[in-house]
């Protein structure tokens, strides 16, 4: 959805009075709060607006949730459509799955879904050896953790992949494996929509 930009002030204020003077006899007390907030703190306010509509969409392109020392931030993704992913969390494993090729066109909707299947069954059911130990940063549970030990985790080249492959990521989902998910009859999908695990670094929760 391509977002709508704030209108001028004028243009607000215009038809506000618009509508008071079509329902209210005397109007004149609202004109000259109206003029007075035009000449005022309406174009500090509109600023503000127009900053905050050009931002609004932001979390649509993905993005990740980095720790800070007071307050955490957010690393967003990309604005291109091209070579887009999501991130798929399985039985303790993260795969990522290309959702889109380098012009930009969403893969199929059977290629998707001979991506996700491969995935469960990849998954098969059960988390990897040391699945689930130390601090999961991807996820609300790294909270309290603090900016040091994140930076810590970031030191690991493989940790660093995952980070940047998770902010680019357009989403990640989570789906429960399914026991005996098998890829039979979903045909081979072309290379670029196969799901690839992320690496698991020793001290984080997303695992090859």
């Not at 690991?156 to 902010?167: G, K, Q, Y």
């Amino acid at each position: 959805m391509k977002p709508l930009p704030v209108p001028p002030l004028n243009d607000t204020l215009e038809r506000t009075l618009g509508c008071v003077d079509a329902v209210i006899d005397d109007a004149a007390p609202t004109h000259r709060l109206a003029h007075d907030f035009a000449v005022g703190a309406g174009p500090r306010i509109q600023k503000a607006l127009e900053n905050y509509a050009a931002g609004q969409w932001d979390c649509l392109r993905g993005g990740i949730r980095v720790p800070g020392e007071d307050r955490d931030s957010v690393e967003h993704g990309p604005r291109t459509a091209a070579d887009r992913e999501i991130v798929v969390f399985c039985a303790g494993r993260a795969f990522v799955l290309p959702v889109s090729d380098a012009e930009g066109r969403v893969a199929p909707r059977a290629e998707l879904a001979a991506g996700f299947t491969r995935i469960l069954e990849a998954a098969g059911g059960s988390a990897p050896d040391g699945a689930g130990e130390g601090p999961g940063f991807t996820d609300a549970s790294y909270r309290g953790s603090g900016d040091d030990e994140f930076r810590a985790w970031l030191t690991e080249p493989a940790n660093t992949d995952v980070h940047e492959r998770l902010a680019r990521a357009l989403f990640c989902v989570s789906v429960p494996a399914v026991a005996g998910a098998s890829t039979a009859g979903v045909g081979d999908e072309p290379p670029g929509c196969a799901p690839v695990p992320l690496h698991r670094g020793t001290t984080g929760r997303i695992s090859r």
